[in-house]
């Protein structure tokens, strides 16, 4: 590309061939369309006392522009949602990741942990986030809460909403070692499917949970999630269908009133704020969701136990 570039000190600017930039994840790739000159390019090109010194030739001069983005953020990211980013690129996924001794990574994604927390906690820090940008976008304080799926997320979400001052928890799972570990974590009922609708009926003058957090991602317990929270209340969907299926919007969702979150990863950087605090807290201890831990040589192992649904969260120890 050509561009103009003060080249060395002294006056004048040299048009020049130089590279495209490359974009760090950070940054974003403009084509420019018009640019400004002004009074500073001006001293730049003299090269007054001023600019002598302050420019570290050789630069591409120029600050006053507009242009096309053809390589970088967009609209969601800069009102606030950038959890829904399209352009979200996924350690492990759609880069590297951290089943490894080093990692690169955005600065921006970067989230300082507190000197007290472990690292044990802070490895967990993902699936904590989707279970606190699930509970904490509901109105939990005072809340009837039911939670379907009790994995590590819904177990989580058990101990958020406990901190969070929810005024019952019934957790509900296939699973009687996931109900176990839901229990510990402050479930006030703990309950297979099959006996849930009793369970929110007896303890909410049968009227229904004023919120559901939906964390099995099974389809019965979606139409369950509609069925047992009450009328004019939320259902906070985590859980990930594996296909599309059937909903009758009309009885489930329209007539009653009820107003339904889907949750996407975690709320940047309000998720993370709020994880420190409850931990700063004391009044969440994650620790227990902690079941296995292996080191990467055991990689098939981990598959093994959590695939065995023995397992509360597993980890890598690595360093
Ligand atoms: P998990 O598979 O470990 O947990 C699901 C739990 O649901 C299991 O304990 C299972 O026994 C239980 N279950 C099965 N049938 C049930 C039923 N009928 N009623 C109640 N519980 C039932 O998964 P996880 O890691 O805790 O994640 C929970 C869900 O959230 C998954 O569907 C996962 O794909 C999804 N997820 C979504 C996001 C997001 O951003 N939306 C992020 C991470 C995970
Ligand atoms: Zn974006």
Known sequence: MKALVKEAAGPGFVLKNVPVPTIRDDEVLIKV?????????????????????RVKPPIVVGHEFAGDVVEGRCLLCRTGNAHVCPFTRIIGVDRDGCFAEYIAMPAVN???????????????????GNAFH??????????????????????????????????????????????????????HDVVHPGEAEAAVKAVTDGL????????????????????????????????????????????????????????????????????????????????????????????DEAMHVIKSGEAGKVIFEIA
């Not at 369309?33 to 010194?53: F, L, N, P, Q, S």
């Not at 970067?110 to 906690?121: E, G, K, P, R, T």
């Open 33 to 53: 369309r018009r640019a400004g000159v002004c009074g500073t390019d001006v001293h730049i090109y003299e090269w007054d006392d001023w600019a002598r010194g």
């Open 110 to 128: 970067v989230w300082h942990l507190d000197a007290n927390v472990s690292y044990d906690i802070g490895g967990i820090h993902d699936p904590m």
């Open 208 to 299: 229904g949970v004023d919120v559901v957090l939906e964390m099995s991602g099974v389809p019965s317990a979606i139409h369950q999630a509609f069925a047992l929270v009450r009328v004019g209340g939320r259902v906070q969907m985590l859980g990930i269908p594996a296909k599309p299926m059937e909903v009758n919007f009309a009885t489930e969702v329209i007539f009653k009133g009820i107003t339904i979150y889907g949750v996407v990863g975690r709320r940047m950087y309000d998720t993370w704020h709020q994880m420190t605090r409850f931990l700063r807290s004391g009044e969440f201890d994650p620790t227990p969701v902690i079941t296995h831990r292996f080191p990467l040589e055991q990689a």
């Open 134 to 187: 699930t509970a904490l976008t509901a109105d939990i304080p005072g809340s009837t809460v039911l939670v379907t799926g009790c994995g590590p997320i819904g177990i989580f979400a058990v101990g958020i909403c406990k901190a969070a001052g929810a005024s019952r928890i019934i957790a509900s799972d296939v699973n009687d070692r996931r109900l176990a570990l839901a229990r510990s974590m402050g479930a």
